[in-house]
């Protein structure tokens, strides 16, 4: 049993579409997360939710918009995309004050 | 605004032989936790330090967090090849606009060679 999954592992898409990565966490946490890792392997948190609640929005272009429709689901969407948004986009989860955070496998995007 | 520096970037072992990651911290903290990436893998959750001069273990890994909470360190015994990775530390802060926000180290790569 996966406990924290995404989908898609690898998105080649080009410049100017529109892609979603979805996540999804089978550990009863009330916490989720989207981080960014560029190829350089730098961490970037880019948003996380609380119980289904915004609680941090980092400095992300607009084109970027996460939605959790509920706390066991956590999806990024991206409109126009550019080349540089190419990086592993990763999903985590964890309880909030209690504990490590647990990544999704990663999504690997390349943007042409 | 929170710095950190992980240091050093790059860590090139010979199988056996012992070394050290560093992690600091411009500011007071209030939590450091500590992950494993293995190549084209994910970040994996090894453990959290909370106490001031708090030590903890894990096999060959050593972990301890500074007495100001301001810097901690992971060293590995007896290297492997099995702890090929990057290793990063990330830091939780005290301060309200930091709640529940991670800041990560830029990782220490290791590279074992047998």
């Known amino acids: 049993d996966t406990a924290v999954s995404q989908t898609p592992k690898y998105l080649v898409t080009q410049m100017g579409n529109d892609k979603s990565i979805k996540c999804e966490q089978n550990?009863?946490?009330?916490?989720m997360y989207w981080y960014k890792q560029d190829s350089k392997k730098f961490l970037k948190i880019m948003f996380s939710y609380n119980n289904k609640e915004l609680i941090i929005n980092e400095t992300v272009p607009n084109r970027f918009s996460p939605k959790s429709p509920d706390k066991a689901h956590l999806n990024l969407h991206i409109n126009s995309l550019e080349l540089g948004d190419s990086a592993v986009y990763f999903c985590?989860?964890?309880?909030?004050?209690?504990?490590?955070?647990?990544f999704g496998p990663g999504t690997r995007l390349l943007v042409l | 605004g929170q710095q950190v520096m992980q240091i050093p970037q790059y860590q090139h072992v010979q199988e056996g032989e012992d070394f050290t990651t560093y992690c600091n911290s411009s500011?007071?903290?209030?939590?450091i936790q500590w992950y494993k990436q293995r190549p084209g893998g994910h970040p994996v959750f090894l453990i959290q330090?909370?106490?001031?001069?708090e030590v903890k273990k894990q096999k060959r890994l050593t972990f301890q967090f500074g007495e100001a909470k301001k810097n901690s360190s992971l060293h590995i015994t007896a290297t492997q090849t099995t702890d090929v990775g990057t290793y990063f530390c990330a830091l939780g802060f005290m301060t309200t606009d930091s709640w529940g926000k991670l800041q990560f180290g830029a990782g220490t790569q290791v590279v074992v060679t047998p």
């Open positions: 550990l009863g946490h009330d916490t």
């Open positions: 985590a989860s964890s309880q909030l004050g209690a504990g490590g955070l647990y």
């Open positions: 330090l909370v106490k001031s001069g």
């Open positions: 500011t007071t903290l209030s939590n």
